[in-house]
């Protein structure tokens, strides 16, 4: 062996004995750590084959030869690491505007998408547009443009109207039955009436005057939502029709079909029904009278942004000065049970 064969030799059972005292008392089985196993695997694989194996090594020469081969492969990774790979990433804004198009339009597919993409100059694989879509979750466009009636709801605000019936007990004992009427966009209620035998004559007669009083203000609804309540005849379809109104009707038990409906009963019955006495017939339609007043004009909804259905919202109030001298005035409505809160004059 060459002077340099037998230097070799020496440090590299000087660090096995290193790796040795490392784990010596250790009940686990011997490990190179990588440091180890980069410093043995470069100091050994210079030599020849036959040298190695006359060698006194913890491990075969096989495995210091592979050592050896990771570590020049993990090497040239590190050096000729390309400079891209693959397709470039999708500009975020493009990736937006793809989900954008998708939500508003939702029976386009990708490859509509793409088209329309094209038409703004946007350049774009239709490829990537069919991985945007899966890997946001979105269902293929016929799933996706079927209508659920939240959607209908939603779209076809400005043109629905929903009724329902109220019932309430005034003192003398004597049941009464409310017929009301919401507009769906701006949350406006009209009452109908109050009676206590809701007959189909005096139903009939209080949908003509909805009719008249929609015509008067310029309202242009399109359909009426209600439940099938056997004290709504099947005339006043005939009579809404003739006006260009559709009735819709709800589901069998499905009172959220006509939630908003529903949801002004539940005001009315916590804000009013549940907190006054009610006398009799003429008492109660002056406190409903008093109650669409306040409703329509100074109740706030969250769905108009804090609004009431005919005011809208005023100007917030800005600077420091101004919010010390707040003058707050309080109008009470059916003695006292309803207040409203303005500013003083």
């Not at 490990?31 to 036959?50: G, K, Y």
């Not at 194996?53 to 040239?76: I, Y």
């Not at 949801?263 to 669409?292: F, I, K, M, P, T």
């Not at 010390?324 to 009470?332: C, E, K, M, P, V």
Request: charged share 30%.
């Amino acid at each position: 062996m060459s002077d340099r064969d037998k230097d070799v030799e020496i440090l590299a059972l000087r660090h096995q004995i290193k790796v040795l005292e490392r784990q010596l008392g250790a009940d686990t089985k011997l490990r190179f750590a990588l440091e180890d196993r980069a410093f043995l695997s470069a100091l050994l694989a210079s030599l020849p084959r036959e040298v190695l194996c006359r060698l006194r090594l913890l491990v075969r020469p096989d495995t210091v030869l592979r050592w050896h081969r990771d570590l020049m492969r993990q090497r040239h990774a590190r050096t000729c690491r390309p400079k891209r790979r693959g397709r470039p990433p999708t500009v975020r804004s493009i990736r937006a505007l793809v989900l954008r198009l998708v939500r508003e339009n939702p029976s386009w597919g990708y490859r509509r998408v793409h088209g329309e993409l094209t038409t703004l100059g946007i350049e774009i694989a239709p490829s990537t547009v069919w991985e945007i879509l899966q890997q946001e979750g979105l269902d293929p466009a016929p799933e996706r443009a079927s209508s659920t009636w939240a959607d209908f709801l939603r779209s076809q605000a400005d043109a629905l109207l929903a009724c329902d019936f109220i019932e309430t007990i005034t003192l003398n004992g004597q049941r009464q039955y409310i017929l009301a009427v919401i507009e769906h966009a701006t949350r406006r209620i009209r009452v109908l009436g109050t009676t206590a035998h809701p007959t189909a004559d005096w139903v009939i007669q209080a949908i003509r005057n909805l009719v008249m009083d929609l015509d008067d203000a310029g309202c242009r609804a399109r359909y009426l939502i209600r439940d099938r309540d056997g004290k709504l005849p099947a005339l006043i379809d005939e009579i809404l029709a003739e006006a260009g109104i559709k009735t819709v009707l709800t589901g069998i038990r499905m009172p959220r079909m006509n939630s908003i409906m529903k949801r002004w009963v539940q005001s009315c019955r916590h804000e009013l029904l549940d907190r006054c006495l009610r006398w009799n017939e003429r008492h109660l339609r002056h406190a409903l009278r008093e109650y669409g007043h306040f409703y329509n004009q100074h109740r706030a909804h969250q769905a108009l942004n804090q609004a009431a259905p005919r005011r809208p919202a005023p100007d917030p109030i800005t600077g420091p000065g101004r919010i010390i001298d707040l003058n707050i005035r309080r109008s009470d409505r059916l003695g006292g049970v309803l207040h409203e809160y303005s500013h003083a004059a």
